[in-house]
Structure formats: structure tokens, C-alpha cells
């Protein structure tokens, strides 16, 4: 029998038992990938990370991402609760303010923002824009009507995780919004890569978004932060961030869902240089026996 420790924490929020929660494996040496899958399975959250030695000697660690149903190239709150859990075990130096944690997409960024508790911060993988959508189809697929969509074409947008962005004219459509198989296949088609369906309305503060993942076996995510860097970009490309806020927003997420997140989004540069921050509450410490 083999003994596991992992934590959990709750992330993109100072509250427990909100944001997104998160499995951490603080050290998953030894545990193989079909077995990191399985027990990713068995905790069924949006992501389970195994933290593993680093291959580059200067990097922090190295992570692997896994949701109930995939392993992941890269995701935003496994890397910020990651993070938090190497930096309160000791894993990283208290005080150091950036290192990189290795991921399969490659070293990410991450920056400690200190004050009464750390924001920690990753800089968003390089983003690519490609293909649209007629607001029509994607209404169908949401179960609302045309009018409900602003008028700007949904696009798919990546840094890692391809997802669909479909803005909305106002909250009220965002919470009536939801996604069937039936709907994603129409979005589809014949297309075999997994892809997520992101929802949102702009507000002052910045955005109010869903996520909703079926392909990963996730039915609605409550808090993204690999799609919250391409949301950014997205939102300015097309005009839908205040000028006064275009430096610095936020995007509020999971609230229809019970599990109200707070996503910082810190842009320097529209493509290369967006950070996703947010705070990390702890809420538990267990210990898996196989």
C-alpha cells in the first residue's frame, strides 16, 4: 500500500469554500501518469496537479494537470494553488518574488504580489486567435436567442486550452446560458479537438463570465484561468474594456454556480504579456492510501 499526501485549496478567493477548489499532490514522485488520471478521476474537481522535481534545476517544479477526464498542456488556478502550496510548504524561498514552474506547454511564469495574504500571478502562454463562429449557431447551442449575443463574432481563442468566447448583451442572458452535448456538437461538428465554451458580459469592473468544459468532464468550471488571459485579449481586441480599466480588470466567475471566483487580469502587452492573478484560501490536508 502506498500513502499520498495532498491538499486542497480554494482559488481565486479569500473565502472558503468558494472560487475553484484544488487538489495539490505536493510530492508525486513515483506516482505514475495513468495512476495521476485515476485518482484526478476519483476526486472529480475540475483539476487534480501533481507536483513533481524540476528537469531545469533553476525552476521551482515541475507540475502535470489533469482533469476527471484529460491531462492538461497548462491551466491557470492548478498553477496559482501550486504555487501557494510550494511557497506555504517551503518548496520555493520565502521572499522570492518570481520563479517558474515547468508545465507541459513549458516554464510559466508565476509572480507573488505581497500584502496581508500573497497574490500570485502567471503570466499567460502566448495566445492565438483563430476561427469564428455566426452568433446564430452559437445561440442554439447555449439555448438563447440571437439577440441575447452582442454583436461581435464568437472566436476561438488559445493559450494552451482552446476555448470559444460568445459575449452577451447583459448577466441575466449569462446565467440562463447552458451547454448541452447536443449544443457543443453543433458547435463542432466533425472537429476531434476538445474545446471549451466560455461565456460572458462586460461590465465596469471588467467581465462576468461561465465556463462549461463537457469534453474535459467538466460540466461548468467555476473559475479558468488559462481562458481568463485570451478572455483579456479578446475583450480588447474588440473594444469591450473601459479605457481606464484596460491595464488592470477583473473577471467574476462560478457566482451562478455557488462558487463566486475573482480573477485578476494585469495586461502589458495584448498577446504576450497578460497576467492572471488571485488569492488562495487552504481548506484541507488528507491522505490518499492505494
Excluded at 488559462?226 to 474594456?241: D, I, W
Aim: glycine content about 8%; proline content about 8%.
Amino acid at each position: 500500500m502506498s500513502r499520498h499526501r495532498y491538499r486542497v485549496v480554494d482559488v481565486f478567493t479569500e473565502r472558503p469554500l468558494e472560487g475553484n477548489p484544488l487538489a495539490v499532490f505536493p510530492d508525486a514522485a513515483g506516482i505514475s501518469g495513468d495512476l495521476m488520471q485515476r485518482i484526478a478521476r476519483e476526486l472529480n474537481l475540475s483539476e487534480t496537479v501533481f507536483v513533481l522535481p524540476a528537469e531545469n534545476p533553476e525552476h521551482a517544479a515541475a507540475l502535470r494537470i489533469f482533469t476527471p477526464a484529460r491531462e492538461l498542456v497548462f491551466a491557470g488556478h492548478p498553477t496559482v494553488g501550486a504555487a501557494f502550496v510550494l511557497l506555504e510548504e517551503g518548496a520555493v524561498p520565502q521572499g522570492q518574488e518570481q520563479f517558474l514552474l515547468e508545465e507541459k506547454i513549458g516554464p510559466v511564469p508565476v509572480r507573488v504580489e505581497a500584502g496581508q495574504r500573497p497574490l500570485i500571478w502567471l503570466r499567460t502562454p502566448a495566445i492565438a486567435f483563430g476561427r469564428t463562429w455566426e452568433r446564430a449557431v452559437c445561440a442554439q447551442a447555449l439555448g438563447l436567442q440571437s439577440g441575447d449575443l452582442l454583436p461581435i463574432d464568437p472566436q476561438l481563442v488559445s493559450a494552451g486550452n482552446p476555448t470559444v468566447f460568445i459575449p452577451l448583451k447583459n448577466r441575466e442572458a449569462v446565467d440562463r446560458a447552458f451547454l448541452e452535448v447536443q449544443g457543443l456538437r453543433g458547435l463542432k461538428g466533425e472537429d476531434p479537438q476538445a474545446i471549451c465554451i466560455f461565456v460572458f458580459t462586460p461590465t465596469p469592473e471588467g467581465a462576468y463570465s461561465r465556463m462549461f468544459a463537457p469534453e474535459h468532464g467538466i460540466v461548468e468550471d467555476p473559475a479558468t484561468g488559462s481562458s481568463t488571459g485570451p478572455l483579456a485579449a479578446y475583450m480588447l481586441r474588440h473594444g469591450l474594456v473601459a479605457e481606464e480599466r484596460r491595464r488592470r480588470f477583473l473577471s467574476e466567475q462560478g457566482t451562478k454556480m455557488g462558487r463566486r471566483s475573482i480573477l485578476h487580469i494585469q495586461v502589458s502587452d495584448e498577446t504576450r504579456g497578460i497576467e492572471v492573478g488571485g488569492f488562495v484560501t487552504p481548506i484541507a490536508e488528507a491522505t490518499m492510501e492505494l
